[in-house]
């Protein structure tokens, strides 16, 4: 996972990650150019 964030900058959708609260999420992890790494969410549609 990690040489393919290097590679790409963004990894594909992680899904079932957990939070502090135990909540469960899905997201991308993405390399910031600072060499920071942050969540991106995938957009979900409201019903």
Sequence with gaps: MLMLCLIK??????R???NKAGKKFDAYIV???DCTTSFEFENKKKK
């Design 9 to 14: 900058v963004k990894t594909s959708l992680i």
């Design 16 to 18: 079932r990650m957990t």
């Design 31 to 33: 390399l910031k150019e």
